[in-house]
């Protein structure tokens, strides 16, 4: 679990920065400097989600299984029935448990803003 604070990690951004200017790298350090908002989004989120943000592990778990699946197969006819059978584990997936399962508990965001919003609308 992270516990680094988002200042913290400001801080360590500008110091970074700084130490590629002086190595004369003053087009890396303006794109960091741009964009470094951008990078620590994640703090707005509980701490908890954190980790879970950082990864898109659900969506290589899918695509790892199609991969699969197509390459028992070897070479397709066409197109389409290269489609229909990941169209049909995908399917499979939406039908199943493993499509059921939470990925992230969504409960901290949904009481963070009925706390400051003082109702959801949902």
């Known amino acids: 679990m992270l516990?680094?604070?988002r200042e913290a990690a400001q801080e360590k951004a500008a110091m970074i920065i700084e130490d590629l200017r002086r190595q004369k790298l003053g087009k890396a350090a303006?794109?960091?400097?741009a964009h470094i908002d951008e990078t620590l989004t994640f703090y707005?989120?509980?701490d908890s989600?954190?980790?879970k943000i950082r990864t898109n592990n659900p969506l290589e778990?899918?695509?790892k299984e199609i991969r699969r699946r197509t390459r028992v197969v070897g070479a397709f006819p066409d197109g389409q029935s290269c489609l229909n059978l990941a169209a049909a584990r995908l399917r499979h997936i939406a039908g199943s448990q493993w499509s059921t399962?939470?990925?992230m508990n969504m409960d901290p965001l949904y009481a963070e803003?009925?706390?400051t919003h003082g109702?959801?609308?949902?």
């Open 101 to 103: 399962r939470k990925y």
């Open 49 to 51: 989600h954190w980790l």
């Open 30 to 33: 303006d794109l960091i400097e």
């Open 44 to 46: 707005a989120f509980p």
């Open 113 to 115: 803003q009925t706390s």
């Open 61 to 63: 778990r899918i695509m």
């Open 119 to 122: 109702a959801f609308a949902s």
């Open 3 to 5: 516990t680094e604070s």
